[in-house]
C-alpha cells in the first residue's frame, strides 16, 4: 500500500507561481510512474503531467507545457509540479497519482494510488 500526500497548493495571482509536493509513503515509491491531476468544479479530472520512475522521461498536457515542471526526488520519496505564469483557467484541486508501469498512457483509470488532492485558486 502506498499513501501520497499533496501539499504547496494555495491563492496566487496570475502570472505567479506554486511549487507542489507529492510526499509518498512506501519503500517501492522509486519503482512507480508518477501522474499530477487537476479537477475544476464541474468539470472532469484531467492529466497534467507525468514523469518515469527515474525521471528520464516527462509528458504534458498541451495546455501547461512550457509553463509548468515535473520532477523527482526518489531518495525523499516526493514528487514535484513546478507551476510558473499561472493563469485563472489553471484553477482546480490538484492531485498526485501512482501507476506501477506501463506505456505512457494519460488515462486517470490506469493510476492505482491517489492523494487527497491540494486546492490552486488563481486570481485574475
Known amino acids: 500500500q502506498v499513501q501520497l500526500v499533496e501539499s504547496g497548493g494555495g491563492l496566487v495571482q496570475a502570472g505567479g507561481s506554486l511549487r507542489l509536493s507529492c510526499a509518498a509513503s512506501?519503500?517501492?515509491?522509486?519503482?512507480?510512474?508518477v501522474g499530477w491531476f487537476r479537477q475544476a468544479p464541474g468539470k472532469e479530472r484531467e492529466f497534467v503531467a507525468s514523469i518515469s520512475w527515474n525521471g528520464d522521461l516527462t509528458y504534458y498536457a498541451d495546455s501547461v507545457k512550457g509553463r509548468f515542471t515535473i520532477s523527482r526526488d526518489n531518495a525523499k520519496n516526493t514528487v514535484y509540479l513546478q507551476m510558473n505564469s499561472l493563469k485563472p483557467e489553471d484553477t482546480a484541486v490538484y492531485y498526485c497519482?501512482?501507476?506501477?508501469?506501463?506505456?505512457?498512457?494519460?488515462?486517470?483509470?490506469?493510476?492505482?494510488?491517489w492523494g487527497q488532492g491540494t486546492q490552486v485558486t488563481v486570481s485574475s
Open positions: 512506501g519503500r517501492t515509491f522509486s519503482t512507480y510512474i
Open positions: 497519482a501512482l501507476k506501477s508501469g506501463g506505456p505512457y498512457n494519460p488515462a486517470v483509470n490506469t493510476y492505482t494510488y
